[in-house]
């Protein structure tokens, strides 16, 4: 039986496990909702060429959770006999006896439900033997290593690959399942420059096809290259000047938008986009797209985590915010409907002015490339940024040397509407598809 079939099988057997718990739970509770996610695979590590570590994953346990009135009670097992199943249904039962009672509380709307469970191209399971695994780590350790002399030592590298089974049901007569796979490389590698300082970077691949990542020499050269370019930094004096991120940093800038938007930090006051929806939050030109259902997409999924189908949806629209992301329960808290993102957010993709790369250092001339960011300076509530942050210093917008042991400033809702412009190098690994991002002007605190 291959990998396939055997998946198929497990899909069934975990169906049958959430239908029967869903079945002993709605002879006693008013609701319930019950899932498992389970994942099987293998992880590789591997240190300057040898082989550290091997670790082979099958894991997943059934969550039942239990409504009665307006108490909630959850309860797991790794154990899917009917016997546990049941005696798992009490222990949740229980739990919710002892539980205060919460108006919000309950599954998502009925009439939400995802019914029609679309195909999204998201399975390629691949079972590499450990030796098999090993090599592609090992391969992308040496193509670091022999890409520059000040290259000294690997930090290490990886190949993960992995494949599993999504099952969601709940007492709405709503029952789901979908497999998917994720696989991936990554290479860290440490460089010395003229005066014995060491500086280390890295670089990764990431998709749901094993075929479709970068070969492990590429990860190897790209980490070797971003480590040997931060050589020698300088320092900068404090000053204000353009900043651009780039385009796997600025991913982390709409994901401060995610937090700000997200309806727990809305509905306790704490996000500084309170009250801001319909209201121009960007640039005019400036739009952001959901879409839930890319083929083979990092963040696809046909249903959120509480079974609400996904949509396409519009985040941003000329600069202006069309809506929040709620779960079931934010979405009764704000008397408001809930948007299918319990669980995240599914493939943002960003709109682009346009420039490549190197337009994009043209556009700001002279200011700070920021490649790193370090520490947690962000409060959600007021919007207030800073964050040490490493890079390049860019004059007539041409790179002229790395910086690092600064800290750039700022606050969120200024940060959104001082952007410039937004290039054309799209990142695709990350769940927000983003180029690099350039502010008209930032602190920048150094000596």
């Known amino acids: 039986m291959d990998v396939r079939e055997q998946v198929a099988h497990q899909r069934v057997e975990l169906e049958a496990a959430v239908a029967k718990a869903l079945e002993v739970a709605g002879k ?45 009670g959850s309860a797991s097992t790794s154990d899917l006999s009917e016997a546990a199943i049941a005696q798992t249904v009490a222990a949740a039962l229980d739990i919710a006896n002892y539980t205060s009672e919460d108006p919000f509380s309950g599954p998502g709307p009925a009439e939400l439900m995802a019914r029609n469970i679309p195909d999204l191209d998201l399975f390629y399971p691949d079972e590499p033997e450990p030796d098999r695994a090993a090599a592609i780590a090992i391969a992308a350790e040496e193509a670091a290593l022999a890409f520059d002399p000040r290259v000294k030592q690997s930090d290490g590298a990886s190949y993960d ?61 790209h980490a070797a290259e971003r480590t040997v370019s931060r050589i020698d930094p300088q320092k900068l004096t404090t000053r204000e000047a353009p900043v651009m991120f780039a385009a796997d940093v600025a991913t982390g800038l709409f994901g401060h938008l995610v937090m700000g938007i997200s309806g727990a930090n809305l509905y306790r006051k704490s996000s500084f ?52 992301l709620l779960t079931s329960y ?49 409060n959600i509530i007021t919007g207030d940024y800073s964050r040490g942050a490493a890079g390049f210093w860019v004059e007539n917008g041409q790179i002229q040397y790395p910086v690092s042991e600064i800290t750039i400033a700022g606050n969120l809702k200024d940060m959104m509407q001082n952007i410039v412009a937004i290039g054309s190098d799209t990142e695709m690994r990350s769940q927000i598809l983003t180029g690099s991002m350039l502010l008209d002007s930032m602190k920048i605190a150094g000596e």
């Open 28 to 72: 006693q509770a008013d609701a319930a909702e019950v899932a498992i996610n389970k994942t099987t695979g293998i992880s590789v590590s591997t240190r300057m060429c040898e082989v550290e570590n091997v670790e082979f994953n099958s894991d997943g346990a059934l969550g039942i959770t239990v409504y009665r009135g307006h108490r909630k």
């Open 161 to 221: 690959s992995h494949y599993g089974v999504r099952v969601y049901g709940n007492s709405h007569g709503m029952l789901a399942s979908y497999a998917s796979s994720r696989h991936s490389i990554s290479c860290c590698v440490i460089s010395e420059g003229k005066d014995g300082n060491m500086e280390r970077d890295y670089s990764y691949t990431t998709s749901r096809l094993a075929s479709d990542m970068w070969t492990p020499e590429r990860v190897g050269r």
């Open 330 to 378: 934010a979405a009764r808290k704000m008397k408001m409907q809930p948007t299918g993102h319990a669980g995240g957010i599914h493939n943002w993709i960003v709109s682009s002015t346009g420039e490549n790369f190197e337009q994009m250092l043209k556009k700001m001339d002279r200011g700070l490339l920021v490649t790193e960011l370090m520490g947690q300076g962000v």
């Open 273 to 324: 986009l309170l009250d801001k929806l319909g209201e121009q939050i960007f640039p005019e030109w400036l739009n952001i797209s959901e879409r839930p259902h890319i083929l083979r997409g990092m963040a696809s999924t046909p249903f959120d985590s509480e079974g609400l189908a996904t949509y396409d949806r519009e985040i941003i629209t000329g600069g202006a915010l069309q809506t929040y």
